[in-house]
């Protein structure tokens, strides 16, 4: 590959990781609550750009594409930064293994294994994020724990703790929404591989 080329595949993953970095942005500001979870926990599709980045053009290319759309997204942040900062710990917990992964053999199954292995850290390391990070600084500065232990209780009256809560909705709600995000990959990877690429 003559250095023009060279230049001509970096540029285009430049711009492709930058489309990306924005399309995440948005997913993330077009958050919304599900049932069964309190209204505070919000589900988005902002990690499957992230993935489809790592998958395309390494690891960094996801934590770039996490990095910005978190960026973005302090401009409208309501706990300060912190569940900013969470997200992308989390978001890159996902998307390092399955980049680094894949990257070693690009197959489906490296791809599916590098993917739920992320999926497996994300959930894991959120737990921790959540009850050493993330909800003490919520209590300080929104809402106080009883208030939030209280939204669990609507929905599980039978929840006695916030490490409860984590466990019993957190901890599924994140390992759920990281399978979402692993399946619409999956589903479409294929076929805009070529476009994020560059390939005709």
Known sequence: MSAFEKKS???????????????SAVLMFLSFSVPLIPSFIKFDFSELPAL?????????????????KNLFNLFFTTT???GELSNFILGCCFVVPAGLIYKRKKSRGSALAGSLTGVATM??????TNLFIVYPF?????MPEEAVLSAY???????????????????PFTCIKGLVNVIIAFLIYK??????????
Do not use: E, M, W
């Not at 595949?9 to 399309?23: D, I, K, P, W």
């Not at 959930?123 to 921790?128: A, N």
């Not at 609507?154 to 957190?170: G, K, R, Y």
């Open 9 to 23: 595949v970096n540029l285009r993953a430049v711009t492709t990781v930058g489309v990306l970095s924005a399309l």
């Open 52 to 68: 489809l980045a790592s998958f395309a053009f390494g690891p960094l290319a996801g934590v770039i594409v996490c990095l910005v």
């Open 80 to 82: 300060a930064g912190v």
């Open 123 to 128: 959930t894991v390391i959120g737990y921790f």
């Open 138 to 142: 919520y209590f300080s500065a929104i």
């Open 153 to 171: 209780q609507t929905i599980l009256p039978s929840v006695d703790s916030i490490p409860a809560a984590l466990l019993i909705f957190n901890v």
């Open 191 to 200: 076929k805009i591989s070529p476009v994020l690429k560059g390939i005709h």
